[in-house]
């Protein structure tokens, strides 16, 4: 084993739990992308092995489904859906429920971290006209995202990236999990309404912000792309990061939207932590590391690339360094449908636990936050807690753990 690619590697991931690291001004993006810019200036890595380890799959992959999530925001269609709600005359219970189906619903066809920032705000509107306390709204949309995400290979940047590098079946992956994100919802809904019961009135003035002006045409042509994408995938005829770019090109040729604009909102962050990642994480297995640790946990008897074992580690690890980074650390032990489905789902839900866990509840209480709006971490804790543990016992009985 290397101990400078170690170290290196040690720090990286020290990097990913701290969210940054003490005395510099690096977030997470910037500690992978330094790490892999070192281990590459001292020969760890040359440029054709680092190259060679980022996925171009995944990448793209990643990046169309960015730009077909920007021409919704950009058309004001997530304004507009949520501003619908308003319209929906429930209590506040069901309220809550119908917000968390539909944030659920955008969540498992476009990047859940958009469908938060274009709905918070506007959520909080909607709570404060209607004299609901927003709390458990917004917590609702964070838990709802998160889960509705696992539905499907495109729900979110890790379920992106193992679907890709395993090849996942989109269809065969769609049916097997969809009952327990369902049922999953319906528990974190439940949790919800039980821990706010007979709280949810409160006077609230949060200011306006201002959205995108909604566009019809701009929505429907966003939702004619993304219906044909879903079908490919589903076909299964084609890569899906060929049809994702497809469907990117398509929309970026456009006459009323800028193609600046739309590219403002890719998360060209997100892109360059996978980036530093893979170039990391390649270097940790050149060096023998990855092997000889997975070698002392067999020699204990337990296999942490299959069943229990790497549905607990990943939801362990998905709380200390993110989910993103903690899915790129076990992918390349695992190598079959099972495990990566697995893989896929625990690292989601576990999302949910505490708030660094999933940046959609960073960006849910960050908005929040924005509009006078504060929720601890000890608020997000009461209701993250238990919907965890529920949605995990969910997914491990409902895709035959036991």
Known sequence: ???ITILIFTIVYLGMILGGLPGLALDRTGVALVGAIVLVALGRVDVSQAWAAVDPSTMMLLFGLMVVSAQFRLSGSYARVTRALAGVHLGAPLFLGVVMAVAGGLSALLANDIVCLAMAPVLAEVCAARRYDPV????????????????????????????????????AYLFR??????????AAWGVIAFIYRRRWRKEITVPEVAHPTFDFWETAKGAVVLGVLVLGFLSGVGGREVWAMAGAGFLLMSRRMASRDMLALV????????????????????????????????????????????FLLVAVLSNLVSNVPAVMLLLPGVHDPQSGMLLALSSTLAGN??????????????????????????????????????????????????
């Not at 509705?148 to 395993?166: D, E, R, Y």
């Not at 092997?291 to 229990?308: E, P, R, Y």
């Open 136 to 171: 458990p709204h917004l917590l609702g949309l964070a838990c709802a995202a998160n889960i509705g995400s696992a539905a499907t290979l495109i729900g979110n940047p890790q379920n992106m990236l193992i679907g890709q590098v395993l090849n996942l079946s989109f269809s």
């Open 1 to 3: 084993m290397d101990p």
């Open 267 to 310: 998360d060209w962050q997100l892109l360059l932590l996978f980036a530093g990642l893979f170039v990391v994480n390649h270097a940790l297995s050149l060096s023998g590391a990855t092997g000889q640790a997975m070698g002392w946990f067999a020699a204990l008897g337990i296999d942490i690339t299959q069943g229990g074992p790497l």
């Open 177 to 186: 999990v969809l009952p327990v994100v369902i049922i999953g919802m319906a």
């Open 353 to 402: 636990l505490v708030v660094v866990g999933s940046i959609a509840n960073i960006i849910v209480l960050d908005q929040a936050a924005r509009q006078h709006i504060r929720i601890s971490w000890k608020q997000h804790a009461a209701v993250g807690i238990p919907v965890t543990i529920a949605s995990l016992l969910i997914a491990w009985v409902g895709v035959g753990m036991v």
